[in-house]
């Protein structure tokens, strides 16, 4: 015969109800209470661990968020002294203050400016060149630590980031952003490190508002006018080395951080390719330059110059590099209305409009990046050999705007060469 069993319905498990407990340990207890956590009272409890170790921990809500505070072993914290603790740690975060952030402040918190330097060193690894590296902490000086600089990291709020920030939040838009960044990197570092529990500069966004500044592009000649700002810089009386570094750049397209840093062992004269490595390019990608006559011609001239002193191709002698500077200060002498970066516009415009090169290998000349992850995904070619012919018709262009019966053909340099 069948029976029916019946079962007692389970009961949620709830909290327990009643007063807290108030100093319900005994001394007798802690040396005998088996692996668990056991509750004495103000958030206090005695944690056995399975090994037999036994600490104190506290939970406490501080400033809305439940923490945990460890108050010590129980060799060393008497179980009259973890009371004492837990007393003034529940008493000052219902004043709104944090017990582990004076717990820590006692233990050396790094100022503001300290905690910079160390996020500083962190990055600086993953940076390629140094200038970044100063323009960092530069920003930091001028707009940060005037104001917060010596102040504990864990004390800096989103009033004090806003004091920072808006007097250049529309004035100088660029330089607030990168600011903004900046601060938000040293105030995560401490969040990670544990000096605070949150990061003000998340908080500060409605209060800043829009930013409504107008993009401004580098300045550029109209490509019909490069002819002429090199034949100016060529009448100059500024270094040959300067004047060959200027038409050296025009003539490839490059950064001048590319052309100024540019070595003797990237260049393979025979060949008429100049390969820029990995480390010096913003596409942190390794780029081949095609080389036309006129370029080879100006390698030879830097060669004679320079006289085989250091590794540089373009030095000011006993192989020092030229000035970051030397090119804006050579062409704005010359009252050329453009910066050294525009000649990459102007040759980006002139393919464009009088060329019916493709797109892709006038952006690859410039090394540019494909935006679309499926396109670069099947772009693996450099497209080298077509880029030859580009370069080759951009040094046709400027040639006969300078007026100059110069070769512009590598084959015919190479022609034309003394034995």
């Not at 040396?31 to 939970?59: C, E, H």
């Not at 529990?197 to 401004?216: A, F, K, M, W, Y």
């Not at 060669?303 to 000035?323: D, I, M, N, Q």
Request: aromatic content about 6%; some cysteine; hydrophobic content about 40%.
């Amino acid at each position: 015969m069948d029976t029916v069993t019946d079962f007692a319905p389970v009961r949620p498990k709830t909290k327990p109800t009643g007063r807290h407990p108030s100093n319900a340990l005994s001394a007798a207890f802690l040396r005998s209470a088996p692996p668990g956590r056991y509750a004495d009272g103000n958030g206090l409890y005695l944690f056995v661990q399975p090994s037999g170790t036994r600490s104190w921990i506290q939970r406490l809500v501080v400033r809305g968020r439940r923490r945990e505070l460890g108050l010590g072993s129980l060799a060393l914290v008497s179980l009259a002294e973890a009371r004492e603790k837990a007393l003034a740690n529940r008493r000052l975060a219902r004043e709104g203050g944090d017990p582990l952030a004076e717990k820590r402040r006692a233990e050396g918190i790094p100022s503001f400016a300290e905690a910079a330097s160390r996020v500083l060193e962190q990055k600086r690894g993953g940076w390629r060149g140094r200038r970044h590296h100063r323009e960092w902490m530069a920003s930091l000086r001028r707009f940060a630590f005037p104001r917060i600089g010596k102040m504990p990291v864990s004390d800096v709020t989103s009033a004090d980031v806003l004091e920072i920030l808006t007097p250049i939040w529309h004035r100088k838009a660029s330089s607030a952003r990168r600011v903004r960044q900046r601060l938000r990197a040293v105030l995560e570092w401490a969040v990670a490190m544990e000096y605070r529990i949150d990061n003000p500069c998340d908080r500060i966004g409605p209060v800043l508002g829009p930013q409504h500044d107008v993009t401004e592009h580098m300045q550029a000649l109209p490509h019909r006018e490069v002819a002429a700002a090199i034949r100016t810089v060529q009448a100059a009386t500024a270094p040959d080395v300067a004047k060959l570094a200027f038409e050296f750049l025009v003539l490839t397209a490059a950064r001048w951080s590319e052309v100024r840093w540019a070595e003797w062992a990237e260049i393979d004269r025979d060949e008429g390719v100049w390969t820029v490595p990995a480390s010096r390019m913003k596409a942190n990608r390794q780029h081949r330059v095609p080389l036309c006559g006129r370029a080879l011609e100006i390698l030879e001239a830097a060669g004679t110059l320079g006289k085989g002193a250091g590794p540089l191709v373009f030095t000011r002698g006993e192989g020092k590099p030229l000035s970051d500077k030397e090119l804006r200060w050579l062409v704005r002498e010359q009252g050329i209305a453009a910066v050294p970066h525009g000649f990459r516009s102007s040759f980006r415009d002139w393919a464009a409009e009088e060329t019916d090169h493709p797109r892709e290998v006038i952006e690859a000349a410039l090394a540019h990046v494909v935006r679309n992850r499926v396109e670069a995904a099947y772009a693996r070619s450099d497209l080298f050999e077509r880029r030859r012919v580009l370069m080759d018709d951009w040094a046709r262009y400027l040639v006969r705007g300078i007026g100059c019966p110069r070769q512009v053909q590598r084959g015919d340099l190479a022609r034309s060469k003394p034995a």
